[in-house]
């Protein structure tokens, strides 16, 4: 029998649950093998960074799998042509579940292929602490308000849902591994990922960083961006460099002991609000073509392409905003607050479907999480399960005072405004022409006039939700 491991977004070989399986189930007369698909269709819709990222994953994986004298054979296609290449009868095939509803649906597929081969795929929960089809409201409804699926997690949890998956490749033989030739010739140029890098190494440098320091300030410090004060782990989460598990138990060390509880709890709300984000995706699989709310469906969004490539280029005049988008455009990942701010701006204030943005972010973040990205998005656009109400819109002038008060975060991203005192910062187009020459910047040549007019903006888009509401 061949026994073939296929990594997916698990890409460790420590805590892995699938894994675990796979090696306790080699029999001495397996033959076995270690696979990823880069599936170019997909790869379509993955930025430059997040691309080189995920490589940089693949050559840690492979150098500590070839540490233990195996190999991995990194195939280029589509699965299902893969395996159609791969399989022969009598086969199993181990995996993690992934819980989109696309891939469920090429799951099934290649479960199908695979029984039809006289094989099998076996899968496996690893990539929450709950599977989304595990945890319901008492009616067996699932959740859609945030508060009570975070109770009930914790009434849940219990130190087995935490435990760390033990792996002995001691029990496996190198030399029973099956050989194929390498689809893919594996080179990976180095790039500048502003300060991330892929693989185990660096996903475990960056928790135990963030745990011995950031964690124990995490709730005073978060939402300010210049204090980049966040623990970055998000690619980290989402290719598996670091289990859910590990980040979770790390916390929880953390807390105990520890005299700043309410920081670290917050954390450990934030890794839920994944999980809610994931059971969402799983139960309402219509979230993926539209509002969670159907009724949004209907909402008559405007469509600008000039006001849309603006925003996507951080040009629209207000600087909290932009610099939001170059921090997206030249880093590949964005902090929260201001992931929130300029989805809040490109729905409410430009009016611009929230799909758009939603495609966009997908396009170049580094950590594109399907569930979390769309979870954010129906959030900001107010069209999502405990979404901000449609009348809550963020004032971007509010926001920049509140968050960036003295502008520096602005300043890292919109060099054009690094003159430019607190005072001003926030709205620069308040200057007088004698300010513009003294802090070296002319508001309509050097940096835009805002392209919208805020409270004009925000009216617009309330009555548009209104007659939704039949208001
Ligand atoms: C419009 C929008 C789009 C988003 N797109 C993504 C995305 O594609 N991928 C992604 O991982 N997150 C996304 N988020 C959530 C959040 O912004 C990022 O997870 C966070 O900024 C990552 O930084 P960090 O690792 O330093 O997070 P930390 O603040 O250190 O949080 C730890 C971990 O908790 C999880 N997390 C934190 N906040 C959230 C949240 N609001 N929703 C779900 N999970 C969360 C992430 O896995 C994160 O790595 C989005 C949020 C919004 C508003």
Not at 82 to 108: G, H, L, M, T
Not at 142 to 154: V, W
Not at 344 to 352: A, E, G, H, R, Y
Request: glycine share 6%.
């Amino acid at each position: 029998m061949v026994k073939i491991f296929w990594f997916r977004k698990d890409l460790r070989l420590d805590d892995n649950r699938a894994l675990s399986e796979f090696i306790k189930g080699i029999k001495s007369d397996d033959k076995f093998l270690f696979i990823y698909i880069k599936n170019n269709n997909s790869f379509r819709f993955f930025g430059e960074k997040r691309i080189q990222f995920l490589n940089e994953c693949l050559l840690d994986l492979k150098n500590k799998l070839n540490e233990k004298g195996f190999n991995l054979h990194i195939f280029n296609g589509n699965s299902l042509s893969v395996f159609n290449q791969i399989i022969d009868a009598d086969s199993i095939v181990y995996a993690n579940k992934q819980y989109e509803p696309y891939c469920i649906e090429r799951d099934s597929k290649i479960s199908d292929f695979l029984i039809s081969k006289s094989s099998e795929l076996k899968l496996y929960a690893d990539s929450t602490v709950f599977e989304p089809n595990k945890m319901f409201k008492a009616d067996g409804t699932p959740y859609t308000i945030f508060t009570p699926f975070k109770n009930k997690f914790f009434t849940l949890l219990n130190d087995t849902l935490l435990r760390e998956s033990k792996l002995n490749f001691k029990n496996i033989n190198p030399l029973a591994e099956q050989k194929f030739k390498e689809a893919l010739n594996f080179e990976i140029k180095s790039a500048d990922l502003s300060g991330f890098s892929g693989g185990r190494t660096s996903a475990l440098k960056s928790l135990s960083a963030f745990c011995r320091k950031g964690i124990e300030e995490y709730n005073s410090q978060r939402d300010y961006p210049s204090a980049d004060s966040t623990s970055k782990l998000s690619p980290h989460i989402h290719f598996g460099t670091v289990s859910v598990r590990e980040c979770f138990s790390a916390a929880f060390k953390k807390l105990n002991g520890s005299g700043k509880k309410s920081e670290i709890l917050t954390w450990i709300n934030e890794l839920i609000w994944r999980e809610f984000y994931y059971h969402i995706t799983f139960n309402f699989p219509h979230v993926i073509n539209g509002s969670f709310k159907k009724v949004y469906d209907k909402l008559n969004w405007t469509d600008n392409d000039a006001l849309f490539n603006k925003w996507c280029e951080g040009k629209t005049g207000f600087p909290i905003v932009d610099a939001g988008m170059r921090q997206l455009n030249t880093e590949g990942w964005m902090h929260n607050r201001l992931r929130m701010i300029t989805a809040m701006f490109l729905t409410k204030d430009l009016f611009i479907n929230w799909k758009k943005g939603e495609k966009y972010f997908a396009g170049n973040l580094i950590d594109l999480d399907f569930a979390s990205n769309n979870g954010g998005w129906q959030w900001s656009a107010s069209t999502g399960c405990d979404a901000q109400p449609y009348f809550r819109i963020f004032n971007p002038y509010l926001q920049s005072e509140k968050f960036d008060k003295y502008g520096d975060y602005i300043r890292k991203y919109v060099p054009e405004l690094k003159d430019v005192p607190p005072k001003y910062i926030h709205k620069p187009d308040e200057m007088t022409a004698d300010l513009q020459k003294k802090y070296s910047v002319i508001i309509g040549k050097d940096y835009p006039y805002p392209i919208v007019e805020h409270k004009t903006a925000k009216e617009f888009s309330l009555s548009k939700f209104k007659l939704i509401h039949g208001k």
